[in-house]
């Protein structure tokens, strides 16, 4: 799984890397089928003493692209919140298939009999 991490609005450092592609390196816990993930860290000047910290991430799955997004005080919450999101969509998705598969094996059983 390649693991794709980008930042905007300030500058990456290797701790936040490597925090961002660990926390990523979990999906592949929940759905193996992952080929790439990339996730753009952003972060926007709202005010002078504050910020709003994002994190848009997209990951290429084997017949569907998921995409999350989520806002949090910091870089760190918000890679969490959007781990969170994929994970509960990448769960989704292989139920899906699983089902599909399930329906389709039912069918083929029942034309045999």
């Known amino acids: ?59 290429w799955t084997a017949g569907k692209i998921l995409r999350a997004s989520s806002e949090a005080i910091d870089l760190y919450a918000a890679i969490d919140l959007v781990i969170d999101k994929l994970a509960e969509q990448a769960k989704k998705h292989k139920e899906k298939m699983i089902q599909e598969q399930r329906q389709k094996l039912e069918a083929d059983i029942a034309c045999l009999n």
């Open 1 to 59: 799984m390649q693991v794709i991490v980008k930042c905007k609005g300030t500058t990456l450092t290797q701790p936040l890397r490597d925090y961002a592609e660990h926390k990523l390196s979990h999906l592949s816990h929940f759905f193996a089928n992952i080929q790439k993930i990339e996730i753009m860290l952003e972060v926007d000047r709202i005010k002078e003493d504050q910020q709003a910290q994002a994190a848009h991430a997209t990951a």
